[in-house]
């Protein structure tokens, strides 16, 4: 499952590896938070659009697969907490790996002792008192942020936030990001050895090769090296 290959890896590594693998970015806006710190998701999108009525979850988990996001689209909206205790627990008996929100949730002592990855951007006591006409791309797509994602996506959540990368090229990005993690454990090993990050990167050099190119930046200086830190 996706959730066991993002298991030492972390959202900041991914965002790192699509970077490098030049794949655009499609990171939910920053106020996105897990329900409790220290949770983490990761697993293909299954989108929800939410309009007023737990319907539409029912209906969309009937056709999920075990390790599947319930990746829920309600527009942002912050006059409703769109999903509570039971839709949660729906989503963990159908074999989900977590919840991924836009919009608020709400019953939070409730979904914090369930302890099941449930990420928004915040919590609202009141439910839905609407009840909108569904839409024909209802159980197929989730729009967020200025992108949409379907079930051809994957979903990376922790404590810096929430992306969606094409399930295609996620294998790629996954190995990249692992590379990156590699090279970055070394050189904090190496601090911690006594040897100072502007040694490893030679900095000086750096400095004096910009000094007489100024087009020459410190990104072309690490990638010629191998190193991490920005991409």
């Known amino acids: 499952m996706l959730e066991d290959a993002f298991a030492d890896l972390s959202t900041a590594l ?13 990171v939910a806006s920053p106020d996105i938070r897990p329900l409790l710190p220290g949770m983490r998701v990761a697993g293909r999108v299954l989108p929800a659009r939410h309009r007023g009525s737990v319907d539409v979850f029912l209906e969309v988990m009937k056709k999920a697969l075990p390790g599947d996001v319930l990746v829920v689209d309600n527009e942002g909206r912050t006059d409703e907490g769109c999903v509570g205790d039971l839709t949660v627990l729906e989503a963990r008996a159908w074999g989900l790996a977590g919840l991924v929100v836009r919009g608020y949730h709400r019953d939070t002592n409730e979904l914090v002792r ?3 990855p449930v990420f928004s951007y915040g919590s609202y006591p009141a439910g839905p008192r609407r ?5 024909p791309l209802d159980l197929s797509s989730a729009q967020w942020d200025g992108f949409t994602v379907d079930s051809d996506d ?9 992306l969606f990368v094409r399930w295609s090229k996620i294998e790629d990005v996954l190995k990249v990001a692992k590379s990156i993690s590699n090279v970055e454990r070394k050189q904090a090993e190496t601090i911690r050895a006594g040897k100072k990050l502007s040694e490893q990167l030679d900095f000086d050099q750096y400095l004096a090769k910009r000094n007489s190119d100024p087009s020459y930046t ?8 191998g190193g991490a830190v920005e991409e």
């Not at 009840?131 to 839409?135: M, S, Y």
């Not at 994957?154 to 929430?162: A, I, Y």
């Not at 410190?218 to 010629?224: A, P, T, V």
């Open 218 to 225: 410190f990104r072309r200086h690490l990638r010629e090296r």
């Open 14 to 26: 991914i965002a790192d590896a699509c970077v490098r693998l030049k794949i655009a970015l499609r």
């Open 154 to 162: 994957g979903v990376f959540g922790d404590d810096d936030g929430v």
């Open 131 to 135: 009840l909108d006409q569904r839409g």
């Open 114 to 116: 369930l302890r099941f």
